[in-house]
């Protein structure tokens, strides 16, 4: 079965930190570009970060550059999203698929809640 499972959300104070895990099942992660997208409560779901095929990363929004960082792990076929110094904004359920037209169902997604 082809799908993605999204883990890792949580609560966490401002300041702190968190690792997403996007597991793929089903095809190999590494043969297509990937991103993590994030929905925050009343917003639109957004593009927060894509790593192709061949490792050329983007970060789509300049509020997490520095902060953020994709990367991917092929021998488990996981991809992660490395998230620091977080603040209230970056509350969102956060997903992981592949990009454009090859995209997935959209999973569950992770919680992260940002809040002292």
């Known amino acids: 079965q082809v799908q993605l499972v999204e883990s890792g959300g949580g609560l966490v104070q401002p300041g702190g930190s968190l690792r997403l895990s996007c597991v793929a099942s089903g095809f190999t992660l590494r043969w297509f570009t990937m991103s993590w997208y994030r929905r925050a409560p009343g917003k639109e779901r957004e593009l927060v970060a894509t790593?192709?095929?061949?490792?050329?990363?983007?970060y789509h929004l300049d509020s997490m550059k520095g902060r953020f960082t994709i990367s991917r792990d092929n021998a488990e076929n996981t991809m992660y999203l490395q998230m620091n110094s977080l603040k209230p904004e970056d509350t969102a359920v956060y997903y992981c698929?592949?990009?454009?037209?090859?995209?997935?169902?959209w999973g569950q997604g992770t919680q992260v809640t940002v809040s002292s």
């Open positions: 698929n592949r990009f454009g037209v090859s995209a997935l169902p």
């Open positions: 790593m192709t095929s061949t490792g050329g990363i983007s």
